[in-house]
C-alpha cells in the first residue's frame, strides 16, 4: 500500500515524476510571482523568469505597459534574451540574429533574400505572447496569454493580507538573498504555514506576537493568516518597533499569508517581506528573499532604532541554550528564526526514505498542511491526466 | 437591437454650460425598459420634425447604464435640430427616438482588471462620460484617467460631476484638465494649457503609468483629434487593438475620389432577400430608400454605425467609416450610407 503523508503519498515530496507532474500541472498553469514594479523601471527594460516549464521575459514600451513573451526565438527556438537588462527598440537572437520589436513581431531576417529563396512570412513568426499584470507592486506573469485576471486570482485573498502598499516602500537590499534548502517546495511551505511550530521551533525568536491569538483560514488555495503583538512587545508597541512604522497605526500584527503556489508574504507594522519558494529538484528548493521598508530619512531610522533598542536587547536567543548546541554553528542556537526553520525542513526531509518513517496524526494548528496538499491534489487532478 | 422609433416623454430638460449645451432626460416607460437598455457608449437616434422635414440625429447617451436615459446636446452653430431642442422643447414633450446601439461601447468585467486612458475634448465627453462611471461602478478592479480638452473652464461640460467622481474614488480615477484658452481674470489653472497633442499625452502617459497591465485607450472627440490622439499613441507603440475611437462632432472627411458603379445588389433586410438596382453614384443607402426599403439609418455621415451590414459578395468603397474599427471592416462590415459599389454585382445582409 502506498505510505501516506496525511493527504499525499510520501511519493510526492520524493519522486522526479511527481516533481514533472507538479511543473506542469501546477507552476505552468498559475500566476507566477517574476519580481517587484521597480525591477522593470522604464522602457525598454526587461527581466526573465522560470515559470514551471516555461521561460517568459517582461519588457516595458514606450507607452510604460509591460509585455510579456515565451523567451524563444520562432526560428530554432534558442532563449532570446538574457536574465536581465535594457534593450532600445529590438530584441535579436543571438544564433542568427533574427530580430523582434518590442511588441513581438518579427522585423528583420538576416540574407532573407538568399537563405529563404521561396519567401518566409514573418507576420505568422512573431513571439509567442504570455500575460503580465502588477498587483501590490509585484510583477506576475502567466504562460498563457489569456487567463483569469488578477482580479480572479486573488480577488478573495486580498482583503486579507494588510494594509501595506509595498509600491510606496523602498527595498532594503542588504535583505536582498537568496539560498537553497534541502528539502521538497511542499515540505517548505508546510514550515511557513504550521502555526503549531511557531510556539515550539521558535519559541526563543518570534514571540513578539501572540501565537495564540492568530487567525488563518483560506481563500481557495491561498492561505491567510494574522497576528497580534504580544502583551510585552505590544505594551510599548510604537517604541519597541525596530523601524519606522508602514502602516496607519490604528493596524497592529503580522500578516503572514502563503500565495498559491509557493509565494509567502510577511508584513508586520514595520516592514514588509518576500518569501518566493522556487522548486529545483524534488528535494531542492530555492528561495528568494526581499525586504521592503518605509520610505523615511536615516534620520528617522537611527530615531527608532535608538527608541526600540531596549526591548531588542534583551530579546531573542537559540532555541538550545550553548551547552546543548552541536558548534558554534548550530542553527537551533543561533536565535535565527529562518535557521531554525532550514533545519527542521531538512531534518525532515531525511526521514522521507527511510521504511520505518510513519506520519503522526495532524494537530490542530497543522490544519493549513492538510489544507494545502488538498490545494495540491485539487490542481494535479486524476494521476496520469 | 430594433430599428423603430417609440415616443418617449422628456421628463427633464436643463441648459448645461451657460445655454450651450442641454441636457435631456427621457422617461422610459416600462414595457419598453428591455428595449431602450444600453451600454456604456452608446447612442440614441432622435427623429424629429422641424418646419415640416424630418431630421434625425444621434446624441450619445451620457449616463451609464442602471442610471437614468439621459443625453447632452451641445449647440451647434446655425444647427437645426441642436437649436431646436434647447429652445423649443421642454419638459413634457414627446419625442420619437430609436433604442441605443454603437459598436463604441465598454462593456465592464465584474472581474477584469484594466487601466483605462479617456482621451476627450469637448461634447465628446459624453460617451465618455458613461464609460467612466461604468468603469467605477461595475468594474470595480479597474482604474480609469481621463485627459479632457476643453477651450475654457466655463465651457467644461460635467465639470462638477467629474470633480464629484475624483473626490469618490481617489484611488481609481483621475483627471486632468488641458484647456486652449485660459481666461486672464482666473487663478484657476488646468493641468495643462493647449490641446490635447502628443506631448500631452507623453505627459500623461508618463505620470500615472499603468498598474493594471490590460490597457485600453478611448478617445472621443472633434475633428481630426482622433486621427491625431491615435497617430501619438501608436507612436509610443501602443498597438491599434487597445485603440478605440469615435469622432464626434465634427468634420470628418470623405473620400470622394472613387465614384462607384452601377450594380446590381442583392440584399438581405429583415429576413426578406430584395433586388435592386444601384445607379452610378448612388450609395447603397440612397438605393435602397429609393426602392422604398425600410432600412435602418441615422445620421447618414458614417459616425454613427447605425447603417451598418456585411458585404458578403463583391466590394464597394467606403467615403468615410468612421463608426467602423479596422477589425469590423476585417469581418466585411460597412456602412451603407458611404459606401458605393466598385463591382457590378454586390450581396449585402444586414444583421
Not at chain 1, 17 to 22: H, S, Y
Not at chain 2, 110 to 128: D, E
Request: proline share 7%; hydrophobic share 40%.
Amino acid at each position: 500500500m502506498e505510505k501516506m503523508y496525511h493527504n499525499l503519498p510520501v511519493e510526492a515530496y520524493t519522486s522526479q515524476d511527481w516533481f514533472d507532474r507538479e511543473q506542469r500541472q501546477i507552476f505552468s498553469r498559475t500566476w507566477r510571482y517574476a519580481g517587484l514594479a521597480e525591477d522593470v523601471p522604464e522602457p525598454g527594460h526587461y527581466i526573465s523568469v522560470q515559470a514551471g516549464l516555461n521561460n517568459i521575459f517582461i519588457v516595458m514600451g514606450r507607452d510604460h505597459r509591460l509585455r510579456a513573451f515565451h523567451n524563444i526565438c520562432r526560428h530554432r527556438g534558442t532563449q532570446l534574451i538574457r536574465a536581465v537588462g535594457k534593450t532600445q527598440k529590438a530584441l535579436t537572437c543571438p544564433y542568427h540574429d533574427w530580430t523582434y520589436d518590442l511588441e513581438g513581431n518579427l522585423i528583420s531576417v538576416p540574407d532573407e533574400a538568399t537563405e529563404y529563396p521561396d519567401g518566409i512570412d514573418k507576420k505568422c513568426l512573431g513571439l509567442k505572447p504570455a500575460a503580465v499584470d502588477i498587483w501590490r507592486g509585484m510583477i506576475f506573469v502567466h504562460p498563457d496569454p489569456n487567463p483569469p485576471s488578477l482580479a480572479a486570482w486573488f480577488g478573495e485573498v486580498d482583503a486579507h493580507l494588510g494594509p501595506h502598499k509595498p509600491e510606496e516602500l523602498l527595498e532594503y537590499p542588504e535583505a536582498r538573498n537568496s539560498y537553497e534548502i534541502k528539502a521538497n517546495w511542499k515540505i517548505v511551505v508546510e514550515n511557513y504555514i504550521d502555526v503549531y511550530h511557531l510556539r515550539h521551533l521558535h519559541s526563543n525568536t518570534l514571540h513578539m506576537y501572540d501565537h495564540a491569538r492568530a487567525e488563518y483560514g483560506w481563500k481557495g488555495p491561498h492561505y491567510h493568516f494574522w497576528e497580534p503583538p504580544s502583551a510585552d512587545y505590544g505594551k510599548d508597541l510604537e517604541q519597541n518597533l525596530p523601524t519606522p512604522r508602514v502602516i496607519p497605526a490604528l493596524h497592529v500584527g503580522a500578516w503572514v499569508p502563503m500565495l498559491f503556489p509557493g509565494l509567502g508574504l510577511g508584513a508586520s507594522e514595520d516592514s514588509w517581506n518576500l518569501f518566493v519558494i522556487t522548486p529545483l529538484a524534488p528535494d531542492l528548493t530555492r528561495i528568494e528573499n526581499r525586504t521592503k521598508l518605509a520610505n523615511a530619512s536615516s534620520w528617522e531610522f537611527s530615531k527608532q532604532g535608538m527608541r526600540s533598542s531596549r526591548f531588542w536587547a534583551d530579546f531573542g536567543g537559540g532555541k538550545y541554550a550553548e551547552h546543548d548546541a552541536r558548534d558554534a554553528d548550530d542553527p537551533m542556537a543561533s536565535g535565527d528564526f529562518t535557521a531554525e526553520d532550514i533545519y527542521a525542513c531538512e531534518q525532515q526531509q531525511k526521514s522521507l526514505h527511510s521504511p520505518y518513517l510513519e506520519i503522526g496524526p495532524a494537530a490542530t494548528g497543522e490544519s493549513p498542511i492538510t489544507r494545502h496538499q488538498q490545494a495540491i491534489l485539487d490542481f494535479m487532478g486524476e494521476p496520469g491526466e | 437591437m430594433t430599428h423603430n422609433f417609440h415616443k418617449l416623454t422628456i421628463a427633464e430638460l436643463q441648459p448645461e454650460i451657460d445655454g450651450a449645451a442641454t441636457t435631456v432626460v427621457f422617461d422610459v416607460p416600462q414595457h419598453l425598459a428591455e428595449a431602450f437598455r444600453w451600454q456604456a457608449g452608446q447612442h440614441l437616434t432622435l427623429r424629429l420634425l422641424i418646419g415640416g422635414v424630418e431630421h434625425r440625429r444621434s446624441y450619445t447617451i451620457s449616463n451609464p447604464p442602471g442610471a437614468r436615459l439621459r443625453i447632452t446636446v451641445k449647440r451647434v452653430k446655425k444647427g437645426v435640430v441642436s437649436n431646436h431642442i434647447g429652445d423649443m422643447m421642454a419638459k413634457g414633450d414627446s419625442v420619437e427616438v430609436m433604442p441605443p446601439f454603437g459598436g463604441f461601447l465598454l462593456t465592464p468585467g465584474p472581474l477584469a482588471r484594466r487601466t483605462h486612458f479617456f482621451f476627450g475634448a469637448g461634447s465628446g465627453i459624453t460617451p465618455l462620460f458613461a464609460m467612466i462611471n461604468t468603469v467605477l461602478k461595475d468594474e470595480p478592479h479597474s482604474v480609469a484617467h481621463l485627459i479632457y480638452g476643453n477651450a475654457t473652464a466655463k465651457s467644461t461640460l460635467f465639470k462638477d460631476e467629474l470633480d464629484a467622481l475624483e473626490h469618490e474614488y481617489p484611488g481609481r480615477f483621475s483627471l486632468r484638465h488641458v484647456q486652449s484658452a485660459l481666461s486672464m481674470w482666473s487663478w484657476y489653472r488646468p493641468w495643462r494649457k493647449g490641446r490635447v497633442d502628443a506631448d500631452v499625452i507623453q505627459a500623461a502617459l508618463s505620470e500615472v503609468p499603468p498598474i493594471a497591465q490590460d490597457v485600453q485607450y478611448w478617445i472621443c472627440g472633434p475633428g481630426s483629434m482622433n486621427a491625431d490622439v491615435k497617430a501619438a499613441l501608436m507612436a509610443q507603440d501602443v498597438p491599434t487593438d487597445r485603440i478605440h475611437m469615435e469622432n464626434f462632432g465634427g468634420i470628418t472627411e470623405q473620400d470622394t475620389s472613387v465614384e462607384g458603379c452601377s450594380a446590381t445588389a442583392q440584399i438581405t433586410l429583415n429576413g426578406t432577400t430584395h433586388q435592386l438596382p444601384i445607379a452610378a453614384g448612388q450609395t447603397l443607402l440612397e438605393a435602397m430608400r429609393a426602392a422604398e426599403l425600410s432600412p435602418p439609418f441615422s445620421c447618414q455621415s458614417g459616425v454613427c454605425g447605425a447603417c451598418r451590414a456585411v458585404v458578403t459578395n463583391g466590394e464597394v468603397h467606403m467615403r468615410n467609416r468612421a463608426a467602423l474599427e479596422d477589425s469590423d471592416i476585417a469581418r466585411g462590415e460597412v456602412l451603407t450610407c458611404q459606401s458605393v459599389p466598385i463591382v457590378n454585382e454586390l450581396k449585402v445582409q444586414f444583421t
